[in-house]
């Protein structure tokens, strides 16, 4: 008798657990689902999803691969993108055609390739160093500091430096570079301070290092843009 009894306390334990077992598992299985499940769910938004996926992918691979030439190909492309905005912003100013000037294009083009891209990697790279491993900051501090350095050491001489560029590559002319330089400097460096201080707290705050010439390659699209059109075709 005890033996039976023994017997359908097992069976009824076993039963009990085989039930929590089942009750558990159906509870994992209705569990909601993630965002990119219910992207990836939606009907025509997988493929979408996929491609951008496998884009950000794609980009921080070149990224760690080829750091300088992946940011100067992106920052030359952006420049493009600000002059074609700038010139079609002109155009719907002055009442003028939409037009292209290829020259311009290519002077843009140039300026985000070889100076832009390698040069802000380059910078980032020393004032982080510099911050980071010589004067031990870390956090807000940091962020505080690369600001600081980067708009009162950097800033001013890179912007000089981008008149001069813009503006020699558009007349070939020194004596009148030096002109359109004196009269146009300040204006855009005080612009350029306006512009940047936020975009760069945010940048040197909230932005992977890895990403920060990224982030300003975007605001760069309506910076090149006022570059462009304080810097007309003189001819």
């Not at 870390?138 to 962020?143: F, P």
């Not at 301070?193 to 760069?200: F, N």
Request: hydrophobic content about 40%.
């Amino acid at each position: 008798m005890s033996a039976k009894s023994d017997d359908l306390a097992s069976e009824s334990s076993f039963g009990l657990r085989n039930r929590t077992t089942n009750t558990s598992s159906d509870s994992a299985t209705n569990l909601p689902p993630s965002s990119a499940e219910v992207i990836a769910e939606t009907p025509g938004a997988f493929s979408v999803f996929k491609f951008l996926q496998k884009q950000y992918t794609n980009y921080k691979w070149a990224l760690q691969s080829y750091p300088i030439r992946t940011k100067a190909i992106t920052s030359s492309t952006i420049a493009c993108l600000g002059e074609v905005l700038g010139s079609w912003v002109k155009a719907k100013k002055t009442g003028q055609p939409f037009k292209i000037e290829p020259r311009r294009l290519l002077m843009f083009f140039l300026f985000g390739g070889c100076v832009t891209g390698p040069a802000l990697h380059t910078w980032y790279l020393i004032s982080e160093k510099f911050l980071s491993v010589h004067m031990k900051l870390t956090g807000r501090a940091k962020t505080m500091a690369k600001l600081f350095l980067d708009r009162c050491f950097w800033g001013p001489p890179y912007t000089l430096f981008t008149v001069c560029f813009l503006t020699f590559f558009q007349c070939f002319n020194l004596s009148q570079t030096a002109k359109e330089v004196r009269n146009k400097y300040l204006a855009i460096l005080i612009m350029s301070q306006k512009v940047w201080v936020p975009c760069q707290l945010i940048n040197f705050e909230l932005v992977p290092q890895d990403f920060q010439v990224l982030f300003v390659n975007f605001v760069n699209v309506f910076w090149n843009t006022y570059l462009s059109l304080a810097n007309p075709n003189p001819n």
